[in-house]
């Protein structure tokens, strides 16, 4: 494909980086480029997108607008690309960015703020893509993107919904260190356990959900009102941090905007069903949360709070996951994802693992220093988790310093 000359409109003389048109841009003979600021010039597209064509839960409108209103950082510029066929000019895809300032240098990422577990772009249908189409459309998608030192994309999964990624094609994406992992689920709900987990996980979960029943009830609890979502979700919250200090680990709902933003995900997502919130009770006592990103046939884990101490020698986390996937299977669901990380209880039920890719391209010197500091990092990181020792030590000193900073002056 022959590449042409990049023509692009000029945006200059307006606040914030915004645009009162549409950046245009001409990056090849197969694909052109719109560049929108705002989500409303975007959003009759991309729920059009949502609705009849391929796009995860990550990307849906409603949990962007979520995103744009409460976690965009101050001076941060939204960057909504949409991509057409320059034949037909037929649109194909909408990639949602940001540009930022990180570290004393301009980035450009994806629009997610730390609550999309995925990258991947909407596509217009399920016509599938190629390595050079998705180059072609790539190349479209650059020639309208604002200056900027990286541009730097992370969690991009090998596909949607069945249909190859276009990032992920392309020739600059990397694996990275993570892996998300879901098990496809079919049949019988009342048997998924039986026949899709491995046999020691439905053994560990019969005989945990056996002595709960002993307890005085065990019950599965839809947030399905607002007073609900009010209380269910404040326990997640309680108990995620909770855990996530014994632990020693960071964790975002430390951060009041970040919780603002998924109390209000669940109470809009009462009225179309796109945001779930479970809870695991026995007696009255809630003691495991589980919330829920729903599209079309995939039900998304994004987080789960466990309180281990309220039943002693029986994994809550384990308990309610399994009811959901019997739950989602009731409901016509066929895939089950478990989000990323690479917990052991993923592969102890029998998830399979898929790595997910990371796309960096540096514009300029200072873009390609930050780059190698990143990489000094993360192979810094992959050394410690190699040395279980030196992990279990690190862990413990982070620890301890979360508690220090916890205690009243």
Same mark, same amino acid.
């Given at each position: 494909m022959a590449v042409? @000359?990049?023509?692009?409109? !000029?945006v200059s003389?307006?606040?914030?980086?915004?645009?009162?048109?549409?950046?245009?841009?001409?990056?090849? $003979?197969?694909?052109? @480029?719109?560049?929108?600021? &705002?989500?409303? @010039?975007?959003?009759?597209?991309?729920?059009?997108?949502? !609705?009849?064509?391929v796009c995860t839960a990550h990307q849906n409108y409603a949990w962007a607008e979520g995103i744009v209103a409460r976690l965009m950082p101050e001076g941060a510029e939204l960057l909504i690309v949409e991509v057409n066929d320059a034949v037909t000019g037929a649109p194909r895809m909408l990639v949602p960015l940001m540009r930022r300032s990180a570290f004393r240098?301009?980035?450009?990422?994806?629009? &997610?703020?730390?609550?999309?577990?995925?990258? !991947?772009?909407?596509?217009? *249908?399920?016509?599938?893509?190629?390595?050079?189409?998705?180059?072609?459309?790539?190349?479209?998608?650059?020639?309208?993107l604002p200056p900027a030192d990286r541009i730097h994309i992370t969690g991009i999964p090998q596909e949607i919904s069945g249909i190859a990624n276009p990032l992920a094609l392309l020739t600059a994406t990397r694996n990275?260190?993570?892996? &998300? +992992?879901?098990?496809?689920?079919?049949? $019988?709900?009342?048997?998924?356990?039986?026949?899709?987990?491995?046999?020691? +996980?439905?053994?560990? +979960?019969?005989?945990?959900w056996r002595r709960l029943e002993r307890l005085g009830g065990v019950e599965l609890v839809e947030a399905n009102t607002p007073a609900l979502v009010e209380l269910i979700f404040g326990d997640l919250v309680r108990m995620r941090l909770s855990r996530f200090r014994e632990l020693g680990r960071? *964790?975002?709902?430390?951060?009041?905007?970040?919780?603002?933003?998924?109390?209000?995900?669940?109470?809009?997502?009462?009225? *179309?069903?796109?945001?779930r919130l479970f809870g695991l009770r026995v007696g009255e006592a809630l003691i495991a949360v589980q919330y829920l990103?729903?599209?079309?046939?995939?039900?998304?884990?994004?987080m789960i709070a466990i309180d281990q101490g309220a039943v002693p020698n029986v994994s809550p986390g384990l308990l309610i996951m399994g009811k959901l996937m019997s739950w989602a299977r009731g409901r016509g669901f066929e895939y089950f994802d478990l989000s990323v990380g690479n917990q052991s209880y993923k592969e102890h039920m029998g998830a399979k693992g898929s790595s997910l890719g990371e796309l960096c391209h540096e514009n300029t010197v200072r873009g390609s220093a930050v780059s190698t500091a990143i990489k000094v990092r993360n192979r810094t990181e992959v050394f410690v988790r190699s040395k279980p020792r030196l992990l279990k030590a690190i862990q413990g000193l982070m620890r301890g310093l979360r508690r220090l900073r916890g205690r009243p002056e």
């Open positions: 042409q @000359a990049v023509q692009i409109a !000029a003389g307006l606040p914030d980086g915004q645009s009162s048109h549409p950046v245009t841009g001409v990056a090849n $003979d197969a694909y052109t @480029a719109r560049l929108h600021t &705002s989500l409303e @010039a975007a959003g009759p597209l991309w729920l059009r997108f949502q !609705a009849d064509g240098h301009r980035l450009i990422e994806w629009l &997610s703020c730390g609550v999309c577990d995925y990258s !991947a772009p909407l596509l217009a *249908d399920a016509s599938p893509w190629t390595r050079q189409s998705a180059q072609a459309a790539w190349a479209a998608v650059r020639s309208v990275s260190l993570h892996t &998300s +992992f879901g098990l496809a689920i079919d049949g $019988d709900p009342e048997t998924v356990l039986k026949r899709l987990f491995r046999p020691s +996980f439905v053994k560990a +979960f019969n005989k945990d960071f *964790d975002l709902l430390t951060q009041g905007t970040v919780v603002d933003f998924y109390r209000n995900a669940a109470l809009e997502g009462l009225s *179309d069903g796109s945001v990103l729903i599209h079309q046939v995939t039900v998304h884990a994004l």
